[in-house]
């Protein structure tokens, strides 16, 4: 994806809701909210909300990206409806991104892996471990979910966790790994529709 683009992106792959306006590489407006509520129901106003912040049509944007899982599944469903309807709408490209991806991503801790946790309820996490080189992040393996016990096993070098996975069971991480293991700041949890966009630059738009 080319930097001299007007690139609509967002994010509901958890209970947050989060719509970037990227120009020619550059954030223009982005808005987040963790409030209660459907994603249905905040969506589309936010992404309203923001084009006309912005004084920019629909008809500008030249492609859109969001994030297609894992994740919440109502709330992957509405995402990626609505990812389908403005292409259709359009007829502009889109790109999916990885929930996991994302958040690996936007972890600011310099360690020599990141491990992405989502919360996938029922005992289980959503999660991928990464290792930082000269590129960016490398992937060790396939996205997968299991117990939280079994996402922490085998790590043998310095970790960093981010997610809502690594909040809900940060007791646990730190427990197994010990030194090992640092967990986020607080804000890096939340998938932001930024990160979604300066991701989607090294992606094609179909």
Do not use: W
Not at 55 to 80: H, Q
Not at 130 to 138: E, F, K
């Amino acid at each position: 994806m080319s930097d001299q683009m007007n690139i609509l992106s967002f994010d509901t792959s958890t209970h947050s809701c989060s719509v970037a306006l990227m120009m020619d590489g550059k954030l223009v407006s982005e808005s987040t909210s963790v409030a209660k509520g459907t994603h249905a129901m905040r969506l589309m106003p936010m992404i309203d909300t923001l084009l006309r912040r912005s004084d920019l049509p629909l008809s500008a944007i030249d492609g859109f990206a969001a994030t297609v899982g894992p994740g919440s599944f109502t709330g992957l469903r509405i995402g990626i409806s609505t990812l389908k309807g403005l292409a259709a709408a359009t007829r502009k490209p889109v790109v999916g991104i990885s929930s996991l991806q994302a958040l690996a991503h936007q972890c600011s801790l310099e360690t020599e892996l990141v491990s992405p946790m989502m919360d996938a309820r029922k005992g289980e996490v959503y999660y991928c471990r990464y290792r930082r080189c000269r590129q960016g992040l490398t992937p060790l393996a396939d996205e997968r979910n299991a117990a939280p016990v079994d996402a922490v096993g085998g790590i043998d070098l310095p970790c960093a966790f981010v997610g809502d996975g690594a909040v809900a069971y940060r007791d646990m991480i730190l427990s197994a790994l010990g030194k090992l293991a640092v967990i986020a700041p607080e804000h890096e949890h939340v998938i932001r529709a930024e990160t979604v966009a300066e991701f989607s630059k090294d992606c094609s738009l179909d």
